[in-house]
């Protein structure tokens, strides 16, 4: 088993090909959750009994991804889905999972897959990457404006209500929360009270159908721009740390998939 630091931060990308040709539900978000999930506990059952007891999760899931518009998709189309990684430990047990899992059918929803690949190195899918809580610190130049790139519906939560504009205190205290939660203890940020002004934006409204219900997000893109020198430093930080954390709530089930606007995401 490969090791892996703590203070990395992981994105891979897994491929999957159907089976069949039976219907393919809209939403598949809990049940590549719970896939997820069963790789890990294959491999570390401590670990995923310790994962689903905590209140936050160290990876993200996005929706599944591919030609969806007919429902019923032909037998070898090819799909695909990331999962990120907030502690680089478990990298390698969620590739030993995978490993270990062969040729076992994938069954999302009803529907039938097999793996097809996996991309780990960075570059070797659009999705993937790799870096560092102390290498994000070390590396990050203040930035007095970001533009932010929601490609998931994306909501947070305001106290007792489900918000979803991505206001600038939502969208850098998620962030911040999660960043502390993951991080290394050297690596830990002081709690900011955010100074921040949306200087553009062009946002949609969009449904996240759940098995629960619906979710109300808003996806497109924001941008940011800081008016003290401290938080431009940290915006920035933060900003490159939301390609791996997602933004807001429930993205371990394909909401708020985030991306810091740069051209090789566009």
């Known amino acids: 088993m490969v090791e892996q630091s703590n203070s990395s931060l992981h994105a891979i990308v897994v491929e999957l090909v159907t089976e069949g040709n039976r219907f393919l539900p809209g939403t598949l978000g809990r049940a590549l959750h719970g896939q997820v999930m069963e790789w890990i506990a294959n491999v570390d059952a401590v670990l995923a009994a310790a994962i689903h007891d905590s209140k936050d999760t160290p990876f ?14 032909r037998a070898g189309e ?25 040729d076992k059918s994938v069954v999302l ?5 097999h ?10 899918h659009r999705w993937t990457g790799s870096s560092d809580y102390n290498l994000l610190l070390a590396l990050a130049i203040p930035q007095k404006e970001v533009t932010l790139v ?37 690596c830990q940020i002081d709690e900011e009270a955010w100074q921040v002004l949306v200087s553009g934006f062009e946002l949609q409204t969009r449904v996240y159908r759940l098995e629960g219900g619906a979710e109300i997000g808003c996806q497109g893109w ?15 930080v933060l900003s490159h740390f939301a390609f791996f954390a997602g933004v807001g ?8 998939l985030t991306s810091l606007r740069e051209k090789r995401y566009e």
């Open 109 to 113: 929803g009803g529907h039938t897959f």
């Open 249 to 256: 709530r429930k993205t371990t089930m394909g909401m708020g």
């Open 222 to 236: 924001v941008r940011y721009v800081f008016t003290d020198e401290k938080q431009a430093r940290l915006g920035a």
């Open 60 to 73: 993200t899931v996005s929706p599944l991804f591919g030609n969806r518009a007919e429902g019923k998709p």
């Open 115 to 124: 793996l097809k690949a996996v991309y780990c190195l960075p570059g070797s």
């Open 150 to 186: 929601f490609h998931t519906p994306t909501s947070f939560k305001q106290k007792d209500f489900i918000q979803p504009f991505p206001l600038p205190d939502l969208v850098f205290g998620s962030l911040w929360r999660k960043w502390n939660s993951f991080c290394p203890g050297n």
């Open 78 to 102: 090819s799909f695909f889905f990331r999962i990120t990684l907030l502690q680089g430990f478990i990298l390698p047990i969620v590739l030993q999972g995978l490993e270990e899992w062969e």
